[in-house]
């Protein structure tokens, strides 16, 4: 090194600090020292058998009684974890978490801007009480629990149930958006007939005139039989996907809930997708079956309750190697917000080669 560029380097070294005591960094620095890492969620898959026993550990401790809270096992993702990011999530924009509703108990009545999904896994004595409506939630049932929407759950039968739910948390969190606020009494009164909301949108055919159309997502309960009976009925597929539909705001017509896009998909015996990537990331639950993805190169297997995440940008195809059953997958995604922002990207890749396993 000659003695120029060791005076050169000094000199931008001293300038650099003057600079931090402007609280101001240059740009050219920040390109050139290029190895930043920021925090990347990896792709990651936590399985039904011990997040099962888990969450029934979580049904019998005491201490949790009473707080206003919830018996719920956030899925951190380890990629993020590593890097600090402080709040639990499962990819950098969801969090998601397994909750256990223990019989004869209730989980307080709040409201919080983070919107919030919740998927039935096991058990069906569980009701989810939304704006003073409740719904009766059955295993593969969705229920949609809109930003700022009052509610509480309860399970009056003798069994547990759980159920996967999923949070924009960390999109609200990002904006500085996120509050919540408790309901004056441990339960919300119900003030609607049951299947209210649905009359309200004609079970997804007819709008009231007289509503407003808004955006906002309703508190609707979509049936697993109605949802896998759609997948059933259609014939065209993608050919990353197989058979995939969206659960779709029937006030719009448009994107589940307006951050967040729920899906079923039909892996029909023997299929192996193509692989592609996209900027959204998605949260998945197996609702049935069993099969694997590659994901990054790495092959997950997968079976029934298993839940992974396939981070943006990830290389991913899925594979149904039964020839006799099909295998269904329910998913979650950030691709509302990524459309809205024009930040949404899909790329075709090749089928990869497999160089290592995830789980
Ligand atoms: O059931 O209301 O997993 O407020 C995280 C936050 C569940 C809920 C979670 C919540 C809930
Ligand atoms: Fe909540």
């Keep these: 090194m000659t003695t120029e560029n060791q005076a050169a380097i000094e000199q931008e070294k001293e300038y650099m600090e003057r600079l931090a005591k402007q609280d101001s960094y240059p740009l050219w620095a920040f390109h050139r020292d290029g190895d930043r890492h920021p925090p990347k969620a990896a792709p990651w898959v936590w399985r039904w058998k011990e997040m099962r026993e888990l969450a029934y550990e979580a049904g019998r401790l005491e201490r949790i009684k009473g707080q206003g809270y919830r018996r719920a096992l956030l899925m951190q993702n380890p990629g993020l974890k590593a890097a600090g990011m402080a709040t639990p999530s499962s990819t950098k924009t969801m969090s998601s978490a397994i909750q256990i509703v223990w019989p004869g108990e209730i989980a307080e009545a709040h409201r919080h801007t983070a ?19 409740q719904f009766r939630m059955e295993p593969g049932d969705l ?3 809109p930003s700022f929407v009052w509610h509480d759950h309860k399970n009056p039968s003798d069994e547990p149930v759980i159920w996967l739910d999923c949070l924009d948390a960390p999109m609200v969190g990002f904006f500085d958006a996120m509050f919540q606020e408790p309901f004056p009494e ?10 209210y909301s649905n009359a309200s949108i004609g079970n997804g055919l007819m709008r009231s005139v007289s509503s407003e159309v808004t955006g906002r997502a309703l508190p609707l309960n979509y049936k697993w039989a109605d949802a896998y009976a759609a997948l059933q009925a259609m014939n065209e597929g993608s050919r990353y996907d197989g058979i995939i539909m969206e659960y779709t705001n029937p006030t719009t017509g448009g994107h589940t809930m307006p951050t967040l896009a729920c899906k079923l998909q039909q892996l029909r015996p023997g299929f192996h ?4 990537k996209h900027t959204s990331s998605v949260v998945y639950n197996v609702a049935k079956g069993s099969g694997s993805s590659i994901i990054d190169g ?7 309750g298993d839940t ?3 981070p943006s940008m990830n290389a991913h195809e899925h594979i149904n190697d ?19 922002m024009l ?6 890749v090749d089928r990869q080669e497999v160089t290592g396993t995830i789980g």
Aim: aromatic share 10%; glycine share 8%; proline share 4%.
């Design 298 to 304: 790495k092959k997950l297997d997968w079976g029934f």
């Design 115 to 133: 919107a919030a999904i919740r998927w039935v896994i096991e058990g069906s004595g569980a009701f989810t009480v939304q704006d003073g409506e």
């Design 308 to 310: 992974f995440v396939v």
């Design 143 to 145: 229920n949609l629990t």
């Design 343 to 348: 930040l949404y990207q899909e790329h075709h």
């Design 186 to 195: 441990d339960v919300q009164p119900i003030t609607k007939p049951d299947g």
């Design 322 to 340: 039964s020839m006799s059953e099909d295998a269904v997958l329910f998913s979650m995604s950030d691709l509302p917000l990524l459309e809205s």
């Design 273 to 276: 997708s193509d692989a592609h």
